[in-house]
């Protein structure tokens, strides 16, 4: 499951709850319930089986309480945590990444279960529920993804096409002891992310009859798991899947497990509304948090190629003083000073090997930094070696210390806000806990 964890456990939460009593068939036990919707053994045992791949330890009231808390929330979130993110043109859709997850959950839970029901089929494969693959001509294929030959960087079909593509079927199967289905183009391209639509485009014929086989696979595992386990379980373990995403997005949206940078709509927002007077009482008790470097005294060695430069290195190495060397080798003005840049100041502007002087810990000569000269200039190279720092705090009203100390505050109030979603979600439902933890 996508969720992550970010709250307590909430067992405190099921203390309390009471244990729902009777037997339940086989294939449909249920683990607990919320407000009388369950949740299914079956959900729990596949979770807690692939999370223990990774963390054998992990106890199975974990991951329920877990699945409870991400339900929870869930319910909540509501129209507050968009299911699409920054970048999701280039994904895929979010029903089609939960079947896959889905899917893929069931295969590494139970692979060999599945392998074996494969194996079970005329000929051991898959391909024995392929009815019929019928022919798409290429005026067809025109039709719904324009003439070949032409540059493409994106495929959107319009709502023409799609409906064409929706009467193209790719491939006809029948699953073991099912109806007679068919897999169309437009199923194909809806599963597509951009750039299996552009391969879609390209190629339509090969990759929609590649793809319509991975859909009809995808769909004997489910086949297999409602026969075994009961539609109404895997319907529950796709929800447990889908319910992950909403709280990861809701996450995202106040914050959760963002750097100060990473940006959402409420975070944008909140940053927006912090006042000066919210920013100095955080900047005073937090002013540990804008540390800077104010000051560094240094030295630099200036030479004409990288081969001087490496031959300076290596004298450093061998234990020749710094000084000795800027005044032996260097071709800076300094040199007779023993390259002294004196002190520097964090204030104001600075020159690149100013620049570089700020970026250097104390005491350690730095690599060879070819100089950035313009294309006419002849290039030359820097040592450079800071022997003392002054260390300090950005100034108040410094952008520094805004910028960063509404992104925190922001960050800070999002959380809040999220917190308070949890315990109301924890005072206003009724659990029911199946079993003993």
Same mark, same amino acid.
């Given at each position: 499951?996508?969720?992550?964890? @970010?709250?307590?456990?909430?067992?405190?939460?099921?203390?309390? &709850?009471?244990?729902?009593?009777?037997?339940?068939?086989?294939?449909?036990?249920?683990?607990?319930?919320? #407000?009388?919707?369950? /949740?299914?053994?079956?959900?729990?045992?596949?979770?807690?089986?692939?999370?223990?791949?990774?963390? $054998?330890?992990?106890?199975?009231? &974990?991951?329920?309480?877990?699945?409870?808390?991400?339900?929870?929330?869930?319910?909540?979130?509501?129209?507050?945590?968009?299911?699409?993110?920054?970048?999701?043109? !280039?994904?895929?859709?979010?029903? !089609?990444?939960?079947?896959?997850?889905?899917?893929?959950?069931?295969?590494?839970?139970?692979?060999?279960?599945?392998?074996?029901?494969?194996? &079970?089929?005329?000929?051991?494969?898959?391909?024995?529920?392929?009815?019929?693959? %019928? $022919?798409?001509?290429?005026? =067809?294929?025109?039709?719904?993804?324009?003439?070949?030959?032409?540059?493409?960087?994106?495929?959107?079909?319009?709502?023409?096409?799609? *409906?064409?593509?929706?009467?193209?079927?790719?491939?006809?199967?029948?699953? %073991?002891?099912?109806?007679?289905?068919?897999?169309?183009?437009?199923?194909?391209?809806?599963?597509?992310?951009?750039?299996?639509?552009?391969?879609?485009?390209?190629?339509?014929?090969? /990759?929609?009859?590649?793809?319509?086989?991975?859909?009809?696979?995808? &769909?004997? !595992?489910?086949?297999?798991?409602?026969?075994? @386990?009961?539609?109404?379980?895997?319907?529950?373990?796709?929800? /447990?899947?889908?319910?992950?995403?909403? /709280?990861?997005?809701?996450?995202?949206?106040h914050g959760v497990g963002l750097d100060t940078d990473a940006g959402s709509p409420l975070l944008n927002r909140l940053s927006g509304e912090v006042s000066a007077q919210e920013i100095e009482g955080f900047y005073r008790e937090h002013k540990d948090l804008f540390a800077r470097v104010d000051r560094v005294r240094a030295r630099h060695i200036r030479v004409a190629d990288e081969a001087q430069a490496q031959r300076a290195?290596?004298?450093? =190495?061998?234990?020749?003083? @710094?000084?000795?060397?800027?005044?032996?080798?260097?071709?800076?003005?300094?040199?007779?000073?023993?390259? #002294?840049?004196?002190?520097?100041?964090?204030?104001?502007?600075?020159?690149?090997?100013?620049?570089l002087a700020f970026s250097q810990p104390p005491g350690k000569p730095s690599a060879p930094v070819r100089a950035p000269v313009g294309p006419n200039e002849n290039a030359y190279w820097e040592i450079v070696l800071v022997e003392e720092q002054v260390h300090g705090a950005h100034p108040l009203q410094s952008e520094t210390v805004r910028y960063q100390a509404s992104r925190m505050i922001a960050l800070q109030k999002a959380?809040?806000?999220? *917190?308070?979603?949890?315990?109301?979600?924890?005072?206003?439902?009724?659990?029911?806990?199946?079993?003993? $933890?």
């Amino acid at each position: 499951m996508a969720a992550r964890h @970010f709250v307590a456990a909430v067992a405190a939460v099921l203390a309390g &709850a009471s244990a729902v009593a009777g037997p339940t068939a086989p294939g449909a036990a249920i683990a607990a319930r919320i #407000d009388g919707e369950p /949740v299914y053994a079956f959900t729990l045992d596949a979770l807690w089986q692939q999370r223990r791949a990774a963390k $054998p330890s992990l106890e199975r009231r &974990a991951v329920l309480d877990d699945i409870i808390q991400v339900r929870l929330l869930a319910a909540r979130a509501g129209n507050a945590a968009p299911k699409e993110q920054p970048g999701a043109t !280039v994904a895929f859709a979010p029903e !089609v990444m939960v079947e896959e997850r889905l899917v893929a959950t069931l295969r590494e839970v139970y692979g060999k279960d599945i392998d074996t029901a494969v194996k &079970a089929q005329p000929g051991a494969t898959l391909e024995s529920l392929v009815i019929a693959q %019928p $022919p798409m001509s290429q005026p =067809q294929l025109d039709a719904i993804f324009g003439r070949q030959g032409r540059l493409k960087l994106e495929i959107a079909l319009t709502a023409e096409q799609q *409906s064409l593509a929706g009467k193209a079927d790719v491939l006809r199967y029948r699953l %073991p002891g099912g109806e007679p289905a068919s897999v169309t183009l437009y199923d194909v391209y809806h599963r597509q992310n951009v750039q299996g639509r552009l391969a879609l485009s390209q190629q339509p014929a090969s /990759v929609a009859a590649q793809q319509a086989r991975r859909i009809v696979a995808n &769909a004997f !595992v489910l086949h297999w798991a409602r026969q075994r @386990f009961g539609a109404e379980a895997v319907a529950d373990l796709r929800k /447990v899947i889908e319910d992950g995403d909403t /709280v990861v997005a809701l996450q995202n949206l106040h914050g959760v497990g963002l750097d100060t940078d990473a940006g959402s709509p409420l975070l944008n927002r909140l940053s927006g509304e912090v006042s000066a007077q919210e920013i100095e009482g955080f900047y005073r008790e937090h002013k540990d948090l804008f540390a800077r470097v104010d000051r560094v005294r240094a030295r630099h060695i200036r030479v004409a190629d990288e081969a001087q430069a490496q031959r300076a290195v290596r004298a450093l =190495q061998q234990g020749a003083g @710094f000084a000795a060397t800027a005044r032996r080798m260097s071709r800076a003005g300094d040199a007779a000073k023993g390259g #002294d840049l004196g002190w520097i100041s964090a204030d104001g502007s600075k020159d690149w090997l100013a620049s570089l002087a700020f970026s250097q810990p104390p005491g350690k000569p730095s690599a060879p930094v070819r100089a950035p000269v313009g294309p006419n200039e002849n290039a030359y190279w820097e040592i450079v070696l800071v022997e003392e720092q002054v260390h300090g705090a950005h100034p108040l009203q410094s952008e520094t210390v805004r910028y960063q100390a509404s992104r925190m505050i922001a960050l800070q109030k999002a959380r809040q806000q999220l *917190s308070q979603m949890i315990e109301q979600s924890r005072r206003t439902v009724r659990i029911e806990i199946a079993e003993a $933890p």
